[in-house]
């Protein structure tokens, strides 16, 4: 329950932040948001997870690959019988690390995709898009049909 409400949460602060409208109507409309375009926000949540993963991954074997080559090498430097229990040591730290730093890639993408969805839910309304975003509006908004749904409109 509390991953649910901190993603909720979380998406209404995106919303917040995109409409400048309250709390309460800016959870909801994430929430119909969310619900009307699933399929997207699934999609873009599991891409987003195994992009974290993967960069999660390849920053704590990149670094733990670099100390231990550090350690064995310079061996004169440091007194150590086992290069094993830092080099374990330094990819937890720097796996947590860059987990934090990653953090800010989901929040982004999330801000991205329900920017991207609002805008397409008011079908591309408004002409403050820069000139080469034109055409890309024109295009969106003709494959488009009927008038906007959505709630929060």
Known sequence: MEKCVKYMTKNAYIQIALTN???????WNAF?????HAHRFGAGNSVGFIYNFFGVTCIAAGTSGCGYLFMTNYNHLLD????IPPTVALALVSGLIGALFLSIFSY??????????LDEELRFLGGDRPEYMQEFAATMKNRGKGKCEMTCC
């Open 80 to 83: 150590l019988s086992d290069p």
């Open 32 to 36: 119909t948001l969310m619900l009307k």
């Open 108 to 117: 982004s993408s999330d801000a991205i995709l329900q920017s991207f969805l």
């Open 21 to 27: 409208e309250g709390f309460c109507k800016s959870a």
